[in-house]
């Protein structure tokens, strides 16, 4: 395996673990508001100070862009990181969360480790080497259409300011496909992308640590990841959808009479 990806799996493992040590206790743990539907607790920070701590210690001149602590250090490399995609989720005992990171290099993605440490799953992708789950090889689902697809989605909990747009977008996505899901961490519903449990997915309104990782993942399980309008600036506005290409393209053609001015931005 790259050996790159395998220090990105260590520290995935080492913050499941501190994740997995707090799950039966949430209601102890201490919480803090960021914004409005928006938590930090100190879970999320203690797992992302362990695997900081391993990236550090193997790639000490490598920048990072962490989800609790912000961007630290500038050049070529940098990694990025969510401890907790999911944290709702996690502080309710829902069970639907992971640990996300990615490496980028001069801007593209090179690898990626997203970690369900309650199903013991691991997804790793490495830029030109594919995707695989638990040494597993991964594919994209080869539906034809919409048709009989199961998409995945995020609401736009945080800014709202595109709600109506979003919700034209799920009336027409819902009336078109067998059914939507929505559960709560972009990283695992673009890891499922790339498994073939669903057949794509589209959010509004992200972060990079969000979707950094599951992006990899897509494109290297023989997916496309875009924008709304269908270019590679996801990564400047942060709204992306993602499946196989007949999918993909499809689901861009029901969102385009949705854009706004803003969103086209």
Same mark, same amino acid.
């Given at each position: 395996?790259?050996?790159?990806?395998?220090?990105?799996?260590?520290?995935?493992?080492?913050?499941?673990?501190?994740?997995?040590?707090?799950?039966?206790?949430?209601?102890?743990?201490?919480?803090?508001?960021?914004?409005?539907?928006?938590?930090?607790?100190?879970?999320?920070?203690?797992?992302?100070?362990?695997?900081?701590?391993?990236?550090?210690? @193997?790639? %000490?001149?490598? +920048?990072? *862009?962490?989800?609790?602590?912000? !961007?630290? /250090?500038?050049? =070529?490399?940098? &990694?990025?990181?969510?401890?907790?995609?999911?944290?709702?989720?996690?502080?309710?005992?829902?069970?639907?969360?992971?640990?996300?990171?990615?490496?980028?290099?001069?801007?593209?993605?090179?690898?990626?480790?997203?970690?369900?440490?309650?199903?013991?799953?691991?997804?790793?992708?490495?830029?030109?080497?594919?995707?695989?789950?638990?040494?597993?090889?991964?594919?994209?689902?080869?539906?034809?259409?919409?048709?009989?697809?199961?998409?995945?989605?995020?609401?736009?909990?945080?800014?709202?300011?595109?709600?109506?747009?979003?919700?034209?977008?799920?009336?027409?996505?819902?009336?078109?496909?067998?059914?939507? @899901?929505? %559960?709560?961490? +972009?990283? *695992?519903?673009?890891?499922?992308? !790339?498994? /073939?449990?669903? =057949?794509?997915? &589209?959010?509004?309104?992200?972060?990079?640590?969000?979707?950094?990782?599951?992006?990899?993942?897509?494109?290297?399980?023989?997916?496309?990841?875009?924008?709304?309008?269908?270019?590679?600036?996801?990564?400047?506005?942060?709204?992306?959808?993602?499946?196989?290409?007949?999918?993909?393209?499809?689901?861009?053609?029901?969102?385009?009479?949705?854009?706004?001015?803003?969103?086209?931005?």
């Amino acid at each position: 395996m790259n050996p790159t990806v395998n220090i990105a799996i260590r520290a995935a493992r080492a913050a499941g673990k501190v994740l997995l040590r707090y799950y039966d206790r949430v209601d102890q743990i201490k919480v803090q508001t960021k914004s409005r539907n928006d938590f930090v607790s100190e879970v999320d920070r203690s797992a992302e100070q362990v695997i900081i701590q391993e990236l550090r210690a @193997r790639f %000490p001149s490598h +920048a990072i *862009l962490a989800e609790e602590s912000g !961007a630290q /250090g500038e050049g =070529d490399y940098q &990694w990025v990181i969510d401890p907790l995609d999911g944290t709702a989720n996690y502080l309710h005992g829902f069970p639907q969360f992971s640990v996300s990171i990615a490496l980028r290099v001069r801007g593209q993605l090179e690898c990626a480790v997203v970690y369900d440490p309650l199903r013991e799953e691991l997804y790793t992708a490495a830029r030109g080497e594919g995707a695989q789950l638990n040494d597993r090889r991964l594919r994209v689902a080869g539906r034809p259409s919409l048709d009989g697809a199961l998409i995945g989605t995020g609401f736009p909990f945080r800014d709202q300011r595109h709600i109506d747009a979003y919700l034209g977008m799920f009336k027409d996505m819902t009336l078109s496909t067998a059914g939507l @899901r929505r %559960p709560g961490s +972009a990283a *695992l519903d673009l890891a499922y992308v !790339a498994a /073939g449990r669903t =057949d794509g997915f &589209w959010e509004l309104g992200l972060s990079p640590w969000d979707f950094a990782a599951g992006a990899l993942l897509v494109t290297e399980a023989g997916g496309t990841v875009t924008d709304l309008s269908g270019g590679p600036r996801y990564f400047d506005t942060c709204n992306l959808v993602a499946g196989n290409l007949k999918v993909h393209q499809a689901m861009l053609e029901l969102i385009r009479p949705h854009l706004s001015d803003a969103l086209n931005a």
